[in-house]
């Protein structure tokens, strides 16, 4: 804020001046850019001239900022080491070429550093000109077009689209980004973000003289570090590894949007791209990501897995060489081999373990050649005894094909997607069960296909059955009704205030049909005024209602004990002879379906209400799930039950087909599948077994149809499940955008949007397994930087549209594991 203040003010003062002079892009060895003046590219995007980062500082520097757009950020600072002290400075190309600045006094400041590539005293005409890129070039009548020296080549603290992070091998040239000492200082900081050429070439974060983050090396389209870089779509980077040159730029995949990679002075490296409207950078990654990020966290061999607590294992093979400090959660030591290596000379009497989903070690002492196939990769590995592990991750990107290392293997992680695998050698008799974290749903394909045939003659037969007894039950229903009743009165176990009947009759003005908010599945839903003016809602159990007395008793226990800001409040009940209902607190804006399915008040609904939605209801089911006294299931989470309050925050209700577990069950069967068609999980209509995944499922659904203001309505029969198949099939075409609403598609930051759709693919998948718990979902939500794995096909998909499945990456995510994650972060905050 004060930075673009202090912008904003230097934009004033800069303007005034140069609007006498005309603007131009070019400096001469006649003209010298005087402090005050500035030099803007011909398309207006960038602009050079004096600035000073701390207002209340005499300091001068010569930089090139943001022009056309709101946020004037800095890209590049010439004398980062030595500022002008006062204004009165000027910025002068020498007629060799050479720019120099120079302070009030005539002293020279700082002079442009050689490249190399200007051959001394031979340049004729020499002009700098500040390019729409950015970037500031010196041009010299010698060389014709081609330029002498660029910014580019020296880089400050941002990255821009074109510019080579790198080496050139030939001129030693190393072009690497070095943080701002703080924020509003622009001597270098600490933090260096550079290739190192050790081994096998890698991006390192560096912090003084230690590693800070690893970016690791450069295999096909990613680094290994951070494998979600093929995934940018706003951005296509690059990575060259030649004889000539190491290294990596970045382009705008779509043409015309401004993008930049800047690392802070805190060592963050965050990438934005610039959204218009509303006008701001997004950020759309940003790296360490994560505790697993921390360079060699886990130490030699070990491992970190950020979804599980505690964070570090040691590999297969492998066990901790410090154990009471690794209880203690202090890994760096690493872990060491059960069994000592046999190692004789190229009989391969070693094995090897997979693991999976990894994030390499560090390459640094490790050798590549990409001319070994998988076998001879091995067979190199078997030969060397210091070789301790290889992996072939190059080969299908077209990188460095064989990786071997030797000695410890550092830096190690688990992600969620896109890691490499890794083959680590071990004692031949550890080698025999190979671990790797991935599973796979093969068999339960088949299922998944068999099931929903008897799934869809199950129902059909269970519907028949059901109006059957229907009839002959009814006459018994109304005799046992009203002994329940009298039952229930008496009970002890429920911990509530009753109310009078007449209060009810007298708050709701006799259940008048204005009172009427509408009507449920068990029956009218009533608006009341209690004398004391309190407004309630009394939900009016109809007689014939198909929830029992079992389920009202339900709902009244499971929900009377609980108490969330996402949960509607249950105030009391009341039981007299004909009649059951229960009191809740009064929701003046009603359900969440009569915004989001109707033209004129969804558009009411802004992103950022749609958002804290979302994250509400995630919150709400959390409790339910996981930190409740009780374990719940809801069983029928839909936008209907989702009541919207004067704030318009989220409140879950409708307990009425709660489960409640107790214990460490998690999951249940049952004959009898109740719930609304659309928000069912597979494995629930087909074989009614639910669990808290299924609630996941539902809440899914919820997701997409906030952010597409459409419905998923479907019964089992037909195969339309219209908004899931539509969000498939957009986020697989790379158009997930689309799946938004005209009413929100004004303004709103994409990568938000796009990160809810896609924990809301998530949430539908059609494995149980794949769905995320809820603490994950708002870990995803939260965390704008958490990777997301990529999204596996979502249940009740149109079985013609299927898409190629890559298990080889997914880790395993155990229930206990992510129950613990939750856990550790509710403790961190
Ligand atoms: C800024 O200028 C560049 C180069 O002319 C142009 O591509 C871009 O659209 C402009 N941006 C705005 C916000 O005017
Ligand atoms: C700005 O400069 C003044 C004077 O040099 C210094 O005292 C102050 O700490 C600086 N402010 C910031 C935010 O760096
Ligand atoms: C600085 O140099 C310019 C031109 O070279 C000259 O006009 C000016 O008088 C000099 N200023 C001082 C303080 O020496
Ligand atoms: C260019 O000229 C400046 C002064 O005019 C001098 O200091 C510098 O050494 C020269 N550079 C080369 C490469 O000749
Ligand atoms: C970054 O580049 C500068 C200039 O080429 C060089 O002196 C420095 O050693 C580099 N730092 C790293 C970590 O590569
Ligand atoms: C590259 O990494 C190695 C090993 O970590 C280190 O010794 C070396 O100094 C690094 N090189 C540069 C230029 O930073
Ligand atoms: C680092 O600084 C950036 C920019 O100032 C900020 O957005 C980010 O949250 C900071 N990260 C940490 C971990 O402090
Ligand atoms: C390695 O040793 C540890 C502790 O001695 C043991 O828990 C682990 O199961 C062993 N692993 C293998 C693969 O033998
Ligand atoms: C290893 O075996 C190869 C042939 O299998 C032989 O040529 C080589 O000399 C042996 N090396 C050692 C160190 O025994
Ligand atoms: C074994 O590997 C190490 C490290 O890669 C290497 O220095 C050594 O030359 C290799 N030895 C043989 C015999 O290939």
Redesign the pocket.
């Known amino acids: 804020m004060q930075k673009t203040m202090i912008f904003v003010l230097f934009a004033i003062l800069s303007i005034l001046p140069t609007v006498a002079t005309s603007l131009r892009d070019t400096l001469t060895t006649s003209s010298p850019l005087n402090d005050g003046e500035t030099l803007i590219?011909?398309?207006?995007?960038?602009a050079l001239g004096f600035f000073s980062p701390n207002s209340s500082s005499s300091k001068r520097y010569v930089a090139i900022w943001?022009?056309?757009?709101s946020s004037h950020d800095v890209v590049w600072v010439a004398n980062t080491r030595s500022p002008v002290a006062g204004s009165g400075g000027s910025l002068a190309l020498t007629s060799n070429g050479t720019l120099l600045v120079f302070d009030h006094k005539n002293t020279t400041i700082w002079s442009s550093p050689s490249t190399g590539k200007t051959p001394t005293g031979t340049a004729i005409n020499p002009t700098a000109q500040l390019l729409?890129t950015g970037n500031l070039i010196v041009r010299d009548d010698v060389f014709g077009n081609n330029y002498v020296w660029q910014s580019f080549d020296h880089p400050s603290n941002t990255m821009l689209a074109g510019m080579f992070i790198g080496w050139d091998r030939r001129t030693r040239l190393n072009r690497n980004l070095t943080s701002w000492a703080s924020p509003t200082d622009p001597s270098p900081g600490e933090y260096t973000t550079a290739i190192n050429l050790s081994g096998v070439p890698q991006v390192i974060v560096t912090q003084g003289h230690s590693v800070f983050f690893r970016g690791g090396p450069m295999i096909g389209n990613r680094l290994v570090g951070m494998p979600e870089t093929p995934n940018y779509a706003v951005i296509t980077v690059t990575f060259v590894t030649t004889t000539e040159e190491v290294g990596y730029y970045f382009e705008p995949a779509v043409?015309?949007v401004?993008s930049m990679l800047r690392l802070n002075s805190n060592g963050t490296g965050q990438r934005f791209v610039?959204i218009?409207p509303p006008?701001q950078w997004s950020l759309f990654s940003e790296s360490p990501q994560d505790r697993c990020d921390e360079f060699s966290l886990c130490g030699p061999f070990g491992i970190c897995n950020a979804y599980e607590s505690p964070s570090c294992r040691c590999l297969y093979g492998f066990r901790p060489k410090n154990p009471p400090r690794w209880v203690l959660r202090d890994a760096r030591d690493g872990c060491i081999r059960n069994k000592t290596l046999d190692c004789r000379n190229g009989t391969g009497t070693d094995g090897f373990v997979t693991v999976s989903g990894v994030k390499l070690p560090d390459t640094s002492a490790a050798v590549a050649d990409s001319s070994l196939g998988s076998e001879e990769c091995k067979a190199r590995c078997l030969k060397n005894c210091s070789c301790t592990a290889y992996s072939l991750a190059g080969a299908a990107g077209g990188g460095s094909g064989c990786i071997i290392w030797a000695g410890e293997l550092n830096d190690m992680r688990f992600f969620p997607t896109g890691g490499s695998e890794l083959f680590v050698r071990v004692a031949a008799t550890d080698a025999s069960g190979t671990v790797s974290s991935q599973y796979n749903h093969k068999g339960k394909r088949i299922i998944a296909i068999v099931v929903p045939l008897i799934g869809c003659l199950l129902i059909g037969c269970i519907l028949i059955s059901c109006l059957i007894a229907y009839h002959n039950k009814k006459k018994e229903r109304t005799r046992r009704y009203h002994k329940e009743n009298d039952e229930m009165a008496s009970d002890n176990d429920i911990d509530l205030p009753f109310y009078d009947f007449e209060t009810i009759v007298e708050a709701t003005n006799n259940f008048s049909e204005e009172n009427k908010l509408g009507e449920g599945g068990f029956g009218p839903v009533y608006k009341g005024k209690k004398r004391d003016g309190k407004e309630i809602a009394v939900k009016r159990l109809s007689k014939s209602s198909k929830q029992g007395a079992n389920e009202f008793k339900n709902e009244v226990m499971s929900i009377a004990k609980l108490q969330h800001r996402n949960l509607v409040l249950l105030l009391g009940c009341c039981i007299q002879r004909h009649e059951r209902m229960l009191i809740y607190e009064y929701m003046p804006n009603k359900s969440l379906d009569t915004f989001l399915f109707d033209k004129e008040k969804k558009v009411l609904l802004n992103w950022k209400m749609r958002y804290n939605i979302i994250i509400g209801i995630a919150r709400g089911l959390l409790y339910l799930h996981q930190d409740s006294a009780v374990r719940i299931i809801h069983r029928d989470l839909k936008a209907s039950n989702i009541l919207l309050n004067q704030e318009m925050e989220p409140k879950i209700s409708d307990f009425g087909l709660a489960r409640i577990f107790r214990g460490d069950d998690t999951k249940s069967e049952t004959k009898r599948v109740v719930g609304t068609y659309g928000y069912m999980s597979p494995e629930y209509v087909m074989e009614g077994i639910f669990s808290v995944k299924s609630d996941v499922f539902s809440y899914g659904v919820i997701i997409l149809e906030i952010i597409s203001n459409r419905r998923n309505t479907s019964s089992p029969s037909q195969s339309n499940n219209h908004l899931i198949d539509r969000a498939w099939i957009l986020w697989n075409e790379g158009k997930a955008i689309e799946l938004v609403d005209e009413s929100i598609s004004n303004s709103f930051p994409i990568i938000e949007v796009l990160r809810c759709i896609k924990v809301g693919l998530l949430c539908v998948q059609e494995y149980t397994n794949d769905r995320p718990l809820m603490s994950s979902v708002i870990l995803m939500l939260t965390s704008g930087t958490e990777v997301l794995p990529e999204p596996k096909r979502p249940g009740f998909v149109s079985r013609g549209y299927s898409f190629e499945e890559d298990h080889s990456s997914s880790i395993k995510q155990g229930v206990e594991s992510i129950n613990e994650v939750s856990l550790t972060i509710l403790d961190g905050r």
Not at 41 to 46: D, H
């Open positions: 590219s011909a398309g207006g995007a960038f943001y022009h056309n757009i729409d043409n015309n401004m610039w218009d006008g």
